[in-house]
């Protein structure tokens, strides 16, 4: 066990954990961040709809926010985190690789996994031309052929979104799209064609979508995919800890980030809020502040 004892330790190095490590840095705590260096976004080209930020590549943001915080003593690590457990000073952290760390308080930022469709080809477009965000993509396909991936309401939900950027949507199912008569309707009420075909692989070049091969031969082309088959926590360490998780997997959070355990915090895509960029990293400043301010307290008393 390390004799040194953090103010916080910060699991996850993104957008979210990266800002919060900024805000505390300033408020002069010590503070270590423990990052596995798997990023949600590390197949995208460019991040969009972060101010001042915008079409910047994701491994360039790290890297600045990384040399920002650096600056402000922050410690930083590229490890996985396996465990933590309550102490006297607050919490024990545990490290892959053995080394364990004590924190007086915990911010947990691990993030999610997307549940990439099994389709032959994804692999090569995955993040330049297949996504799962159009807040984050929409835009660069406006106008122009896209397919949805989905079944039932949430795959009717993101095809009937979709319109916003394009007049040109198709929901393609791989299969029964398990959709209601009322989803049915909706969708041809918009001019919105359901293809429940198996699709044999996706075609393109350069990881631009070319065209979807369905099993019977017949090809449909577009310029573009968006699923909606969601996603799971990346990190078992939330539940183990005992954070409340919704039904939809997200970690619960209450006022300022704060999760049902005493001194656990939660921000960014793993907790339950809008899964966005600039959003998590205001969660991130918001769970810092409200930190901090727990640790003024105690310090004062």
């Not at 460019?46 to 943001?61: I, K, T, Y």
């Not at 930022?109 to 330049?128: C, F, H, M, Q, W």
């Not at 397919?147 to 007049?167: D, E, F, I, P």
């Not at 968006?226 to 039904?247: D, H």
């Amino acid at each position: 066990m390390s004799t040194d004892l953090y103010d916080v330790i910060v699991v996850g190095g993104g957008p979210a954990g990266l800002s919060a490590a900024l805000v505390l840095g300033r408020c002069r705590r010590k503070v270590l961040v423990c990052d596995a260096g798997n990023p949600r976004n590390a197949a995208s080209e460019a991040m969009h709809g972060f101010l001042s930020r915008d079409g910047v590549n994701p491994a360039e943001f790290l890297a600045l926010a990384r040399e920002e915080v650096k600056a402000y003593g922050v410690e930083l690590r590229q490890e996985t985190v396996m465990n933590a457990a309550g102490c006297s000073a607050g919490f024990d952290v545990e490290l892959l690789d053995g080394p364990r760390f004590r924190a007086r308080k915990l911010l947990l930022a691990t993030g999610v996994v997307d549940r990439v469709p099994s389709l032959a080809g994804i692999e090569e477009l995955y993040g330049k031309s297949v996504h799962h965000c159009p807040y984050c993509d929409g835009w660069e396909y406006a106008d122009a052929a896209i397919a949805v991936y989905g079944r039932g309401a949430s795959g009717t939900v993101l095809a009937l979104r979709m319109k916003t950027w394009s007049k040109d949507i198709v929901l393609c199912s791989n299969g029964a799209a398990k959709l209601s008569a009322k989803e049915r309707e909706q969708l041809k009420q918009h001019g919105i064609d359901v293809y429940e075909k198996r699709i044999s692989r996706l075609e393109g070049t350069s990881g631009k979508l070319e065209q979807i091969v369905f099993e019977d031969g017949t090809c449909l082309p577009r310029r573009a995919l968006f699923f909606s088959t969601g996603n799971v926590q990346r990190s078992k360490l939330p539940a183990a800890i005992g954070c409340t998780v919704t039904r939809k997997g997200q970690v619960k959070t209450s006022r300022g980030q704060r999760s049902s355990v005493k001194g656990v915090w939660v921000c960014g895509d793993a907790a339950e809020d809008t899964q966005y960029v600039i959003v998590a990293a205001a969660e991130g400043a918001k769970a810092a502040m409200g930190i901090n301010q727990e640790l003024q307290a105690e310090d004062q008393s």
